[in-house]
């Protein structure tokens, strides 16, 4: 079974600064995709970003974009010019190609923003 | 668009009650999923909908029903309530299946005593 690990718990950063959660997982597929959802306090899961494993460029969204290592199965989310509305817990998801193409989470890591 | 929503968004329940949590999208999402989220665990599959009159049990379905009453609407039904089954509970849905986002509901949040 594919499993996601979130390695940090929580991570601290300071307003306009830059910040990178990491994420790896575990999967013997070659095709799959991963997310980013982003959980503020109100409880609302928001994607962040999304990574297609079959195309080698890194995607990115505006501030937020990824270093996605297919060989080292890891997914870490970069956060550029962090602002104080980017304070939330942040969810790493594997989903692969099978029936259904469930979402397997990590468990998440908080982030917190200093201003 | 509403997107996902979930009623109620918020339930006490006494330990052997039954309740019915109730997800409706309006997108035309083929597929639908129930997650509950504890805390230091993420989110976990209770149970999913590929398509209009299919349901699959995920990793956590002990406990539960699912009833997908049409294209929108996916219930979940907890028969016998127990503490452990305190949660928050999230629906989502999908519009196909290779790799599409899928997009949550607000969540439920179950207080089972």
């Known amino acids: 079974a594919q499993t996601v690990t979130q390695s940090q718990p929580e991570m601290s950063v300071q307003e306009a600064e830059t910040v990178t959660l990491s994420c790896t997982y575990d999967t013997s597929e070659s095709d799959y995709y991963l997310f980013w959802y982003k959980q503020p306090p109100s409880r609302q899961m928001i994607l962040v970003i999304r990574q297609e494993a079959y195309k080698q460029q890194n995607a990115t969204e505006n501030r937020f974009s990824v270093n996605f290592q297919k060989a080292a199965k890891s997914f870490s989310l970069k956060i550029s010019d962090s602002q104080l509305g980017d304070a939330a817990m942040y969810f790493c998801a594997y989903s692969n190609m099978e029936y259904g193409n469930k979402l397997v989470f990590g468990a998440g890591t908080i982030l917190r923003v200093k201003s | 668009n509403a997107g996902v929503t979930q009623t109620p968004k918020f339930q006490v329940l006494k330990t052997g009650q039954s309740m019915t949590l109730q997800c409706a999208q309006d997108?035309?999402?083929?597929?639908m999923y129930w997650y509950r989220q504890d805390p230091g665990m993420g989110l976990r599959l209770i149970y999913y909908s590929a398509s209009e009159g299919t349901t699959d049990k995920g990793e956590v379905p002990n406990g539960y029903n699912v009833s997908r009453l049409n294209k929108r609407e996916f219930s979940l039904r907890l028969e016998s309530a127990a503490p452990s089954q305190t949660s928050v509970y999230f629906c989502?849905?999908?519009?196909?299946?290779?790799?599409?986002?899928?997009?949550f509901g607000p969540g439920t949040r179950l207080l089972v005593l």
């Open positions: 989502a849905s999908r519009r196909g299946w290779r790799g599409e986002t899928q997009y």
């Open positions: 997108m035309n999402h083929n597929s």
